[in-house]
């Protein structure tokens, strides 16, 4: 890749744990981590048939002990200013001024995004959510959402904790 790229989007979640070999090659790169609903991304993940897919019927225990690597590569870098961090509900209940801070935070013009005018509403996009969420969660045992809700607690709640305090600077 280009190291003199203007933009590149990359949301492979576990490139999370390359964050730092990103950071280190791409010194100047603004990256913006989205955070969803930790049932619903176990259930993505465990549920997605992707060719070369490995985590496809992961149990929840080896998710659980994935995504507390992946949230203490992360957590670390969490004041990093060029680490912007986003709630999935966020982007989807308010497209347009989500899209409007990242656009900011990367330092690029909406004009150059795609077109993202009103054809798309909020509530479009949210009830959307809603529904994706729920039809993952219902692939879920009500086991597997109490082991995920013990054990990532303290994730959770660190995270809810980064997102509002982000929330709040805006």
């Not at 200013?81 to 989807?92: A, Q, R």
């Not at 082991?147 to 990532?152: A, K």
């Not at 303290?154 to 929330?167: P, Y």
């Amino acid at each position: 890749r280009n190291k003199d790229a203007r933009v590149i989007i990359e949301k492979t979640p576990l490139h999370i744990l390359k964050l730092e070999t990103i950071q280190k090659e791409f010194p100047k790169a603004k990256i913006i981590h989205v955070v969803r609903d930790l049932v619903s991304v176990y259930a993505s993940y465990t549920f997605t048939e992707y060719k070369g897919w490995e985590y496809t019927g992961i149990t929840v225990q080896d998710w659980v002990k994935l995504y507390k690597k992946m949230f203490y590569t992360f957590y670390p870098k969490i004041t990093d200013p060029n680490i912007l961090t986003l709630s999935y509900e966020e982007v989807t209940e308010k497209p347009l001024e989500t899209l409007s801070k990242a656009c900011n935070f990367i330092g690029i013009s909406k004009d150059h995004t795609h077109n993202t005018t009103n054809k798309t509403s909020s509530e479009t996009l949210s009830d959307a959510n809603d529904i994706n969420n729920e039809r993952l969660k219902e692939k879920v045992s009500p086991e597997d959402i109490k082991y995920i809700e013990t054990n990532l607690l303290g994730e959770i709640d660190l995270m809810n904790k980064l997102i509002n305090r982000q929330s709040n600077l805006d």
